[in-house]
């Protein structure tokens, strides 16, 4: 067996390959996290709108009372969960790039020490550090669209306010 052959077998045998790449796997575990509540979070906003939709039919059919208001209300909520869920689409793809970006850093960190030379350390490192921009972003990205989140439930919380007003106004009215 030629030395450079026996280098690279010691070189995958080696626990350096695996101690190596744990530091990438950590991060695609975190990108999995951050994407499973993201999908949930998506998810919710798709069943807010359904009940919505649910409302605005009722308000067509006149079953519900001060139709103006609610509609009113409805579009400013329909603008809000419509821009969550933009928002909320930007983040997951950033964070299925960063957990790509972070899958072939590991990839080039195995490969870099089954094969490459230490000045061909800084490749996977610059791959790992485009994950982490994506995965920053992303954060970004969740951390705004919680604002509008934010924005939404104080909204239905005003209008249910404004419900309870027109409850105890119409309760001291005398009957006609």
């Known amino acids: 067996m030629a030395i450079n052959e026996k280098e690279i077998l010691e070189a995958l045998t ?3 390959v695996l101690t190596s790449m744990i530091t990438p796997a950590v991060l695609i ?3 999995g996290t951050l994407i499973f ?3 949930a979070r998506l ?3 798709f069943d807010r709108v359904n009940v919505m939709k649910g409302e605005v039919e009722a308000l067509v059919e006149g079953r519900i009372s001060y139709p103006e208001e609610r509609m009113q209300h409805l579009r400013g909520q329909i603008a809000l969960q419509k ?3 933009t928002l909320i689409q930007k983040a997951m793809a950033a964070l299925y790039t960063a957990t790509a970006l972070f899958v072939a850093s ?3 960190i195995a ?5 490459g030379s230490p000045g061909h350390g800084w490749i996977p490192t610059l791959i790992a550090l485009g994950g982490g921009l994506f995965l920053f972003a992303a954060s970004a990205i969740l951390l705004y ?3 509008f989140n934010l924005r939404f439930v104080t909204r239905n919380i005003d209008f249910i306010e404004f419900l309870e007003e027109k409850a105890t106004e119409r309760s001291k009215q005398p009957p006609a």
């Open 111 to 115: 490969i870099n020490v089954a094969y």
């Open 83 to 85: 821009r969550r869920a």
């Open 145 to 147: 669209e919680s604002r």
């Open 14 to 16: 080696s626990s350096r």
């Open 29 to 31: 575990s975190a990108c």
């Open 37 to 39: 509540s993201t999908s």
């Open 106 to 108: 590991s990839l080039a």
């Open 43 to 45: 998810g919710r906003i």
